[in-house]
């Protein structure tokens, strides 16, 4: 399918928020273009259903050419939810074009976490113990059951989330029973997350011992709202006035 200036949107940019797109940056004056096309075509042709892969004219499209800073061609790139999530450039044979397209799919670990139930995240986790998504989802799970050290053992296992960091510290302090902090987790529970982050940032005191465990859930919340967030960028700042 060829996509021009007028239709790029459409055809990629939303339709990758259904499924993967592939799109072939190319022009008929291009050797290795004609080489590469073909490939494309019949790899993609396998994998009809899950991915789309359309043509881009650079001579034809200088806009968009100019836009995903294409430079030199082929050039593809697969966009997922609007952005491009992979890319390579240059004639590539028959067995790169086959893996770049299937690293394009959820990993069978990833579509377990996605369906979200007890047993599948289990089986999650079997695969990939360190995957936070599952991690967290689980662990959640397990700490509305009140088995709070397997909580805590699943979420020991995920490195470099702040998330799966602060929901850990929250278990930990919950079982201290801190009882200013009861509001405040009632509140996040609710999704009230202004308030919850007003409740857990007003308590961090410089003299507290429980202080760097409620850093931790506080940054953990802002990790899951997002860096760009209103709230996040607020509450970043009112932390960091608490503890220094």
Known sequence: MDVSESNFASAVIERSHALPVVVDFWAAWCAPCRQLGPVLEREALKRSGRLELVKVDVDANPAISRTYGIQ?????????????????????????????????????????????????????????????????????????????????????????????????????????????????????DAGQYEAALDLLISSIGPGRSARDEIRRVVVGILDELGLEHPLAVRSRTRLASALY
């Open 72 to 188: 030199g061609i082929p050039a593809v790139k697969a966009f997922h939810k609007g952005q491009v999530a992979a890319e390579f450039v240059g004639a590539q044979p028959a067995v790169f074009v086959e893996r770049f397209l299937d690293s394009l799919f959820p990993s069978e670990a990833e579509r377990l976490a996605q369906q979200g139930d007890e047993e599948s995240l289990r089986r999650a986790l079997e695969l990939e113990p360190q995957r936070a998504d599952a991690a967290l989802q689980l662990a959640r799970i397990l700490r509305g059951r009140g088995e709070l050290d397997e909580a805590l053992e699943v979420l020991g296992n995920v490195y470099g989330s702040f998330a799966a960091d602060g929901l850990a510290a929250r278990i930990r302090l919950e079982r201290a029973a801190a009882p200013d902090l009861s509001r405040a987790f009632t509140a996040l």
